[in-house]
């Protein structure tokens, strides 16, 4: 089985295929518990909003924030993602 790692490098050998099409592979066609898509943009405004920033997160700042998250940010990409459609609270 690949890492995470290894399957966004070989994916994003594709032309047309970036870092963010990996990152939603990785989440829904594989399943991997632990992707944090710091480049999407609903994630970004989720946490925005949430911590209460001006400015949208980069994706290191995702990364320092996440560290709680782990090995579970694909589950709080998917909250995250929840809570701008307005089913969830955060």
Known sequence: TLSDEEVIATLTKV?????WTAHMFLIFALQ????????????????KRAY????????AAMEKLAK?????C?????YLWR????????
Not at 15 to 19: A, D, M, P, T, V
Not at 83 to 90: K, L
């Open 74 to 78: 694909s589950v709080a990409a998917w």
């Open 52 to 59: 209460r920033k001006r400015k949208l997160p980069t994706p």
């Open 83 to 90: 809570s701008m459609d307005g089913e969830i609270e955060i």
């Open 68 to 72: 709680s998250w782990h090995p579970y």
């Open 32 to 47: 991997r518990p632990n992707v944090l898509p710091t480049g999407d943009y609903g994630v970004r405004s989720a946490i």
């Open 15 to 19: 032309k047309g295929i970036g870092e």
